[in-house]
């Protein structure tokens, strides 16, 4: 497994990568799945895609595999995207690959991710040793006709302020110990999320917490109700007043394997599963 400064390489894994990414059985997740955002994503990685790039050669000398990695020292982690291969060089190229890239991040743990469809990748993971993490589902909802409950959008939910930290803490650390943002993350000013609270006689019965992405979709990173408020429209109030006050036409989030309870809700509330995907992860101690 190889490095290499040679354009043409770097082009021909370049539209390797194109191609597999263009099929969940194949891709890797961190990116994403057409070509413009594929360039994009390459473009924007901590470290440059051609530097960190790692190839394989077919008998012809040719490039038929592609991985590349990008790390975080503060975080002591990275991220491995691929390993790709053309077919049929799956067994005999993969593993080198994973091998190679990893070999040039200076942190101790590593993880790659995949849809679950793609189960090459989780024999890859078993093969090197690697643990297979929980899967995420990837829900959306389309707002072709707007927030169901102008109403609750209105009158009912209003966006989060310092002053909400203590009451909003209870409901995000109880739902999401652990998580990736704290409570303070979320009531940053000029910070990444907007959030949004519901309250009522000065108790805080729900809240969501989002971010847009793209020109009008809402990502919603967070959303938890409290469970003596639950079944009574909070959760669907606070995403149609997110909704409209971000002006998102299409919502779409993340459900964490262990949560089927959440899957329900969001089901009931009209949204559809759109992708399926897995972590897998190695440590040093691994």
């Not at 803490?169 to 110990?177: G, S, V």
Request: proline share 4%; aromatic share 8%.
């Amino acid at each position: 497994m190889h490095a290499t400064d040679s354009p043409e390489d770097h082009e021909t894994a370049l539209q390797l990568i194109l191609e597999m990414q263009s099929s969940a059985s194949t891709a890797c997740a961190y990116l994403g799945r057409h070509e413009a955002g594929i360039r994009e994503d390459l473009a924007n990685l901590d470290q440059g895609w051609r530097e960190t790039l790692r190839v394989s050669r077919g008998a012809d000398g040719r490039v038929d595999g592609a991985v590349l990695i990008e790390w975080d020292t503060e975080l002591d982690r990275s991220w491995v995207h691929g390993p790709w291969t053309r077919q049929g060089r799956w067994e005999q190229q993969a593993p080198g690959l994973l091998e190679s890239v990893i070999a040039q991040a200076p942190v101790a743990c590593h993880e790659m991710y995949a849809a679950v469809e793609n189960v090459q990748m989780a024999w890859l993971a078993e093969r090197c040793g690697w643990a297979a993490g929980e899967a995420n589902f990837e829900y959306a909802k389309q707002l072709e006709d707007g927030p169901s409950d102008p109403r609750m959008a209105n009158d009912t939910v209003r966006p989060a302020d310092p002053a909400d930290l203590t009451r909003l803490a209870e409901l995000h650390e109880a739902e999401f110990p652990g998580t990736y943002a704290s409570t303070s993350d979320l009531l940053e000013h000029g910070g990444s999320y907007s959030t949004f609270v519901h309250i009522e006689g000065g108790r805080a019965l729900g809240y969501l917490s989002g971010q847009t992405q793209e020109a009008d979709t809402l990502y919603v990173d967070f959303l938890a109700v409290a469970p003596d408020a639950r079944r009574r429209g909070v959760a669907r109030g606070l995403l149609d007043a997110a909704a409209l006050r971000m002006g998102a036409r299409t919502i779409t989030l993340t459900v964490d394997e262990h949560r089927p309870e959440a899957q329900r809700v969001y089901e009931a509330l009209g949204f559809v599963r759109t992708a399926s995907t897995r972590p897998f992860r190695l440590t040093a101690a691994s």
